[in-house]
């Protein structure tokens, strides 16, 4: 009897899948075309249960771009993972559930659904951390899960909410919405986005197998929230306040990169580094811009990950980049694809990230924004380039440290295949998105040094980067336990989390004594009265029929 090979059915659905879409999607854009699909669920009387689907370029081209690291990720599994085994086939299965809880929550206009897209998200995304069953892998879940159930609040008082427009499917309604509501969806938003102050999962997710890291932190669950705020974008957005929490993600997470040895942790930090600039650019009303460095950088941070994860396959499982040197001198193809995907990151000239973080930069500098802004935006991206050189010089250039080289090599397998579409898309793929969605038809004149200001940033941070090694240790220790710990940023949020606590339990009290008055307790206790007195009046009854006898003799004398 012949095995079914999943991996290989699932590879080509996806891939085949991708290509039709986008394909489908660059016509959409190139008519300005809209299709809305409604399925008519059941009808009872004169209501209609209808499940609407949004058929437009902006759901079509990202569902392709996430088919397409799905169909790469799966490629890549099946060696990582360990072949047709049952474990392997039920690791399979749950991304291929995260898969369809992504594209549900993409093509649909209707919160409800767009709920049970998100929660399919949560609930897959937590099986898909633990899925090694060990203690880290437990508390990085419920830490994962949980941070994210509290942007279900958002969404749920949000679709309460959305029942006084008559609808709950938002496109329609997106300019009459209330600036509460848009505050509401935006903080949900930032809990899957991993912004301040819900920064601390995102590092903590990385106990994942590394192919659920690079669909999860580049593609799905961390974009979920920037695409849903793409879909929900108006006018009423503009806040100094989120914009200085997006501002400062992107530094913080930054600085604590370039403090980090975790491989992992490092392209973990750098995804939020990333995603502070998306909501950054979504605050300052640059929808277009926000939405290509999201695709591109899907592509670039997915082959990140997963190059950094044929490094830790061929290294027994070591994560920390102290003990990686000379690793160029084993696996000079996968190295040159990580080097590839690093300086697309940084956004050197002609690779893919280039495009779209260049034009936010420049859209953001003809914008009458505050000095300080200004400048932390500049940083971020300098150290930006500072943690890629780091990385680079850790992994590629140092001398070897403790590990063996003997079981190093770069063969080909299908992981190889898998990194080397991956490279070919970043390289090419920010390109080809600005020139079809038309986004080089927009100028920007401003002056030379103004123009050239983050090239220049960009040079300076490679250079700090390097500087940063011959730094002696002359700050006290706490400093780089301050940096390496998220700020000790965990540890604020459980503060918050104790005087919530307390203040829940002290209103608590109150609650649970009105609930007993009024609620199943008082009821159930007049219902035994009634019934003790019920009992009463027929176990009497020959008494009680005498007295009511007397009662009405005497009424009528």
Same mark, same amino acid.
């Given at each position: 009897?012949?095995?079914?090979?999943?991996?290989?059915?699932?590879?080509?659905?996806?891939?085949?899948?991708?290509?039709?879409?986008?394909?489908?999607?660059?016509?959409?854009?190139?008519?300005?075309?809209?299709?809305?699909?409604?399925?008519?669920?059941?009808?009872?009387?004169?209501? *209609?249960?209808?499940?609407?689907?949004?058929?437009?370029?902006? $759901?079509?081209?990202?569902?392709?771009?996430?088919?397409?690291?799905?169909?790469?990720?799966?490629?890549?599994?099946?060696?990582?993972?360990?072949?047709?085994?049952?474990?392997?086939?039920?690791?399979?299965?749950?991304?291929?559930?995260?898969?369809?809880?992504?594209?549900?929550?993409?093509?649909?206009?209707?919160?409800?659904?767009?709920?049970?897209?998100?929660?399919?998200?949560?609930?897959?995304?937590?099986?898909?951390?633990?899925?090694?069953?060990?203690?880290?892998?437990?508390?990085?879940?419920?830490?994962?899960?949980?941070?994210?159930?509290?942007?279900?609040?958002?969404?749920?008082?949000?679709?309460?909410?959305?029942?006084?427009?008559?609808?709950?499917?938002?496109?329609?309604?997106?300019?009459?919405?209330?600036?509460?509501?848009?505050?509401?969806?935006?903080?949900?938003?930032?809990?899957?986005?991993?912004?301040?102050?819900?920064?601390?999962?995102?590092?903590?997710?990385?106990?994942?197998?590394?192919?659920?890291?690079?669909?999860?932190?580049? $593609?799905?669950?961390?974009?979920?929230?920037?695409?849903?705020?793409?879909?929900?974008?108006?006018?009423?957005?503009?806040?100094?306040?989120?914009?200085?929490?997006?501002?400062?993600?992107?530094?913080?997470?930054?600085?604590?990169?370039?403090?980090?040895?975790?491989?992992?942790?490092?392209?973990?930090?750098?995804?939020?580094?990333?995603?502070?600039?998306?909501?950054?650019?979504?605050?300052?009303?640059?929808?277009?811009?926000?939405?290509?460095?999201?695709?591109?950088?899907?592509?670039?941070?997915?082959?990140?990950?997963?190059?950094?994860?044929?490094?830790?396959?061929?290294?027994?499982?070591?994560?920390?980049?102290?003990?990686?040197?000379?690793?160029?001198?084993?696996?000079?193809?996968?190295?040159?694809?990580?080097?590839?995907?690093?300086?697309?990151?940084?956004?050197?000239?002609?690779?893919?990230?280039?495009?779209?973080?260049?034009?936010?930069?420049?859209?953001?500098?003809?914008?009458?924004?505050?000095?300080?802004?200004?400048?932390?935006?500049?940083?971020?991206?300098?150290?930006?380039?500072?943690?890629?050189?780091?990385?680079?010089?850790?992994?590629?250039?140092?001398?070897?440290?403790?590990?063996?080289?003997?079981?190093?090599?770069?063969?080909?397998?299908?992981?190889?295949?898998?990194?080397?579409?991956?490279?070919?898309?970043?390289?090419?793929?920010?390109?080809?998105?600005?020139?079809?969605?038309?986004?080089?038809?927009?100028?920007?004149?401003?002056?030379?040094?103004?123009?050239?200001?983050?090239?220049?940033?960009?040079?300076?941070?490679?250079?700090?980067?390097?500087?940063?090694?011959?730094?002696?240790?002359?700050? $006290?220790?706490?400093?780089?336990?301050?940096?390496?710990?998220?700020?000790?940023?965990?540890?604020?949020?459980?503060?918050?989390?104790?005087?919530?606590?307390?203040?829940?339990?002290?209103?608590? *009290?109150?609650?649970?004594?009105?609930?007993?008055?009024?609620?199943?307790?008082?009821?159930?206790?007049?219902?035994?009265?009634?019934?003790?007195?019920?009992?009463?009046?027929?176990?009497?009854?020959?008494?009680?029929?005498?007295?009511?006898?007397?009662?009405?003799?005497?009424?009528?004398?």
């Amino acid at each position: 009897m012949m095995k079914i090979n999943f991996y290989l059915v699932w590879f080509m659905m996806m891939l085949i899948s991708s290509f039709l879409l986008f394909y489908f999607g660059m016509l959409l854009n190139f008519k300005d075309f809209t299709i809305m699909l409604e399925f008519c669920l059941f009808s009872v009387n004169s209501m *209609n249960v209808n499940y609407i689907l949004l058929v437009d370029y902006v $759901s079509m081209t990202f569902m392709s771009v996430v088919l397409f690291i799905s169909s790469m990720v799966i490629m890549y599994s099946y060696s990582y993972m360990g072949g047709l085994s049952n474990s392997s086939i039920r690791f399979l299965f749950l991304v291929v559930l995260f898969i369809i809880s992504m594209v549900l929550m993409i093509i649909s206009p209707n919160l409800v659904s767009i709920m049970l897209g998100w929660d399919g998200l949560g609930l897959v995304s937590y099986c898909l951390v633990i899925y090694y069953m060990s203690n880290n892998s437990y508390i990085a879940g419920l830490i994962t899960c949980l941070t994210n159930r509290i942007g279900d609040v958002g969404l749920l008082i949000c679709i309460s909410w959305m029942v006084s427009y008559g609808s709950w499917h938002f496109i329609f309604y997106k300019e009459y919405f209330s600036d509460y509501l848009c505050f509401l969806i935006f903080i949900s938003c930032f809990t899957s986005s991993a912004q301040i102050p819900f920064s601390c999962w995102l590092p903590a997710a990385m106990a994942a197998p590394t192919p659920v890291s690079s669909l999860v932190h580049s $593609s799905t669950l961390v974009t979920a929230g920037v695409y849903l705020l793409i879909r929900f974008h108006n006018q009423l957005f503009f806040s100094k306040f989120l914009l200085f929490l997006s501002v400062m993600t992107m530094l913080f997470s930054s600085i604590c990169a370039n403090y980090e040895f975790d491989l992992k942790k490092i392209i973990a930090l750098s995804t939020l580094s990333q995603l502070g600039l998306m909501m950054v650019s979504l605050i300052l009303n640059m929808v277009d811009l926000s939405f290509l460095h999201l695709l591109t950088h899907a592509m670039f941070k997915s082959l990140l990950f997963l190059c950094s994860g044929i490094f830790i396959f061929y290294m027994n499982d070591n994560q920390d980049i102290r003990l990686m040197g000379s690793v160029c001198n084993c696996m000079p193809f996968t190295t040159s694809c990580f080097n590839i995907s690093s300086l697309a990151l940084c956004g050197i000239p002609f690779l893919s990230g280039f495009y779209s973080k260049d034009l936010i930069v420049e859209s953001y500098s003809l914008l009458n924004m505050n000095t300080f802004i200004f400048i932390m935006f500049y940083m971020s991206l300098g150290l930006t380039s500072s943690y890629s050189i780091r990385l680079l010089y850790y992994s590629m250039i140092m001398n070897n440290k403790l590990m063996s080289m003997n079981i190093m090599f770069d063969n080909y397998s299908l992981m190889k295949l898998s990194i080397y579409f991956l490279t070919f898309f970043s390289v090419f793929f920010g390109c080809v998105q600005m020139w079809m969605i038309n986004l080089d038809m927009e100028m920007s004149i401003m002056p030379f040094f103004l123009k050239i200001m983050t090239l220049l940033m960009v040079i300076m941070g490679l250079w700090f980067g390097i500087e940063l090694f011959n730094f002696p240790f002359v700050l $006290s220790m706490k400093f780089y336990f301050f940096n390496s710990k998220m700020w000790f940023l965990f540890s604020h949020s459980f503060y918050l989390y104790k005087m919530f606590y307390k203040i829940g339990l002290y209103s608590n *009290n109150y609650i649970m004594m009105w609930g007993e008055y009024y609620g199943a307790m008082g009821l159930s206790y007049y219902l035994s009265k009634s019934s003790l007195f019920i009992q009463n009046l027929i176990n009497n009854n020959i008494k009680m029929f005498m007295i009511t006898f007397i009662i009405l003799f005497l009424f009528f004398i």
